[in-house]
């Protein structure tokens, strides 16, 4: 087991694990949203490369434990043609992560499988990309924020804009949350954006994250060192 590139095979979506020999498949679906083909894939890897069973991730991944290194290439190329995509680790942009919304909830107010699948294609902001540290996105239905848009990178939850005459639905943003150790809360901007309006803006954070956060950074401590002003401004929300 010398000379492998474990970096690589983590951002494949091989994790190691504790155990000598043995990786983790980590899968994930846009919108968190398998299909019976999908499962039913994942079920036969479990059964022909793993120990028989899956684990569910916090982020909506679905996980197989106990792939033997020797069997990845195989198990990449049975994952391909099924059509299901690999999760990732290190530094790099998790799977974004959001609930049903206004696609079955009945406390949902906006449409959050659309906006997650226009976060991956029309941005390209998308689970894998390289990035300084880890870096999350939640999107939540509405503000019971049930995928607790608070301690993510950028979380975004569904939103009535009472000032607004019509009560339009918009969305709130939390930036600079994160979990972990040190867990942080986002700050909560004040504003109910639009959809256009949230999706410039999830641009912008993530260019000026990648462009200005030193490795290993998060951008909570980004915007911590740098004091939250110069932080709005560099992302386009106060004046320069
Ligand atoms: S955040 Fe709101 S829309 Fe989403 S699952 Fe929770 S209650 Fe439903």
Redesign the pocket.
């Known amino acids: 087991m010398e000379n492998i590139d474990y970096d690589a095979l983590k951002k494949r979506g091989f994790l190691r694990q504790k155990q000598e020999g043995f990786f983790v498949l980590r899968t994930r679906m846009s919108e968190g949203v398998y299909k019976k083909e999908h499962l039913e894939k994942i079920s036969e890897i479990a059964q022909k490369f793993g120990r028989g069973f899956a684990h569910i991730t916090v982020r909506q991944g679905i996980e197989v434990p106990f792939i033997k290194f020797e069997d990845i290439p195989q198990v990449e190329a049975e994952l391909k043609l099924a059509g299901i995509e690999a999760g990732t680790s290190g530094p790099r942009l998790r799977a974004t992560t959001?609930?049903?919304?206004?696609n079955w909830?009945?406390?949902?107010?906006?449409d959050?499988f659309s906006l997650a699948e226009r976060i991956e294609k029309e941005l390209g902001i998308k689970c894998g990309l390289d990035l300084p540290h880890k870096f999350k996105i939640a999107v939540?239905?509405?503000?019971?924020?049930?995928?607790r848009p608070q301690w993510s990178e950028i979380g975004i939850?569904?939103q009535i804009d009472t000032d607004s005459p019509d009560r339009r639905i918009g969305y709130a943003v939390y930036l600079g949350g994160c979990g972990g150790r040190d867990p942080k809360s986002g700050f909560k901007l004040d504003k109910i954006f639009t959809d256009e309006e949230v999706l410039a803006l999830l641009k912008r954070v993530v260019d000026y994250y990648k462009d200005k956060a030193r490795p290993r950074q998060r951008l909570g401590l980004l915007i911590e060192e740098g004091g939250k002003d110069k932080f709005l401004r560099g992302i386009g929300l106060a004046p320069g």
């Open positions: 959001c609930c049903p919304g206004n909830c009945k406390q949902g107010l906006i959050t939540s239905g509405c503000p019971n924020a049930c995928t939850h569904g």
